[in-house]
Nanobody, 122 residues
Framework: QVQLVESGGGLVEAGGSLRLSCVVS???????MAWFRQPPGKEREFVAA????????YYADSVNGRFTISRDNAKYTLYLQMNTLKREDTADYYC????????????????WGQGTQVAVSS
């Protein structure tokens, strides 16, 4: 059974930074990992993804250059460093895992965490 547990969310002022973490049980090194977010009243959207080795990353245009996805396979942990946060980054953030290649489609990820809330104030 694969379990994903996010942490690191909170309230931050616009322009600030947060780092999200996602600890994974199971065969972490074999999974492609991703972050998605769901703003209030909106659908879940892709944020970033990373290959199992960490060599390849993908970003949504809205966060490219501000967010960095990374993973530490020795610690079974996925990270999302979020810099220069904007009000529109306010959302529940979820980590997700799948065994095949990275994709931006949420319905193609097999495993999900419970989410962590990020609120950005102006």
């Amino acid at each position: 059974q694969v379990q994903l547990v996010e942490s690191g969310g909170g309230l931050v002022e616009a322009g600030g930074s947060l780092r999200l973490s996602c600890v994974v049980s199971g065969r972490f090194r074999t999974y492609v990992m991703a972050w998605f977010r769901q703003p209030p009243g909106k659908e879940r959207e892709f944020v970033a993804a990373i290959s199992w080795s960490g060599d390849t990353t993908y970003y949504a245009d809205s966060v490219n250059g501000r967010f960095t996805i990374s993973r530490d396979n020795a610690k079974y942990t996925l990270y999302l460093q979020m810099n220069t946060l904007k009000r529109e980054d306010t959302a529940d953030y979820y980590c997700a895992a799948r065994k095949a290649i990275a994709t931006t489609f949420a319905n193609q990820y097999e495993y999900w965490g419970q989410g962590t809330q990020v609120a950005v104030s102006s």
